[in-house]
């Protein structure tokens, strides 16, 4: 490995701070001022497909271009070139949705804890948004729109960049700033538990095309499959015998292929000083809190 220079990794590590507290800061303006037209402006409600469809493109069309132009010249590590076969896809999936289950039960839990100690009845954001939306825009925003925007940022822009320390410790903060950046505790554990699996295989295959098709995946079975199923005690049960049997094969899948995992190590020693120890990383982070207190 490189001897580090401490000033310039901050400095690079500032700049990815920086790059993802532009796409938040934008996105949460974008959002409210799309708010305020609709409710303020126009003299009819938009139509919900366009009223969500505006607050995520708008958001992203301008953020990550951005994102990506503050990290010029910064290029992602080399990665392996792996491509998957079937069988390793739906491995990996399988194991998406126990983790997703896992830290769903995890956030529910503590977001519980939290409103019980300071009294107020926590709201459930996840499903109140998905029950919100129509169907049309749940398949178009949550399980393509928003996959391939978040891929595009948390993979390739941060956990590709921070490679550089190893690929552990690259997927270990880019899955941590991926669930800060969801800015609730209903969302945190589960997001940060599939950030870590998503990163792995991005950094498996090289291939963030693969990494946004499981994340459209996982998104197509955790907000959109309950809506498609009719509302009725069969499909219930069946639901939770499927989320029951993926649960166990997933956990079994994980811990048997644990020997099997590959992280490379990058150029760079891993040093959180470098990482979180300077200006941007510590803007995107308060920024986060903020909206996430916000949002509670």
């Known amino acids: 490995m490189e001897d580090m220079d401490l000033k310039q990794e901050r400095r690079y590590c500032s700049r990815?701070?920086?790059a993802l507290f532009f796409v938040l800061i934008w996105t949460s303006a974008w959002q409210y001022g799309i708010i305020a037209l609709d409710v303020y402006v126009l003299p009819v409600r938009m139509p919900d497909t366009l009223y969500y469809a505006l607050i995520l493109v708008g958001g992203y069309?301008?953020?990550?271009?951005?994102?990506?132009?503050?990290?010029?010249g910064m290029p992602p590590m080399?990665?392996?070139?792996?491509?998957?076969?079937?069988?390793?896809f739906v491995?990996?999936?399988?194991?998406g949705f126990a983790l997703m289950w896992i830290g769903s039960l995890i956030g529910n839990a503590v977001t519980d804890l939290v409103g019980l100690v300071t009294g107020r009845a926590p709201a459930p954001i996840v499903d109140d948004m998905v029950n919100a939306m129509p169907l049309s825009v749940n398949i178009v925003c949550v399980c393509l729109l928003g996959p391939l925007c978040e891929e595009l940022l948390f993979r390739g822009?941060?956990?590709?960049?921070?490679?550089r320390y190893g690929q552990a410790p690259g997927a270990f903060v880019s899955?941590?700033?991926?669930?800060?950046?969801?800015?609730?505790?209903?969302?945190?554990?589960?997001?940060?538990?599939?950030?870590?699996?998503?990163?792995?295989?991005?950094?498996?295959t090289g291939l963030l095309r693969v990494s946004v098709?499981?994340?459209?995946?996982?998104?197509?079975?955790?907000?959109?499959?309950?809506?498609?199923?009719?509302?009725?005690?069969?499909?219930?049960?069946?639901?939770g015998a499927f989320w029951m049997v993926s649960?166990?094969?997933?956990?079994?899948?994980?811990?048997?292929?644990?020997?099997?995992?590959?992280?490379?190590?990058?150029?760079?020693?891993?040093?959180?000083?470098?990482?979180?120890?300077?200006?941007?990383?510590i803007l995107v982070i308060a920024g986060c809190f903020v909206e996430t207190a916000l949002t509670f």
């Open 175 to 204: 899955a941590l700033l991926f669930a800060l950046y969801h800015a609730n505790l209903e969302q945190f554990f589960y997001a940060f538990l599939l950030g870590l699996l998503l990163a792995y295989v991005y950094y498996r």
């Open 16 to 18: 990815i701070g920086a």
């Open 247 to 281: 649960v166990v094969l997933g956990v079994i899948l994980l811990v048997r292929g644990r020997k099997d995992q590959i992280w490379l190590h990058g150029p760079c020693a891993p040093d959180m000083r470098a990482v979180f120890g300077n200006a941007g990383m």
């Open 213 to 239: 098709a499981l994340h459209m995946v996982l998104n197509f079975f955790g907000a959109v499959v309950s809506l498609l199923l009719p509302d009725c005690a069969a499909s219930d049960m069946a639901l």
């Open 91 to 95: 491995r990996w999936a399988v194991i």
């Open 78 to 88: 080399p990665f392996c070139k792996e491509l998957p076969r079937a069988r390793t």
């Open 61 to 72: 069309a301008v953020s990550l271009p951005a994102a990506f132009r503050i990290c010029k």
């Open 157 to 163: 822009l941060v956990a590709g960049r921070l490679a």
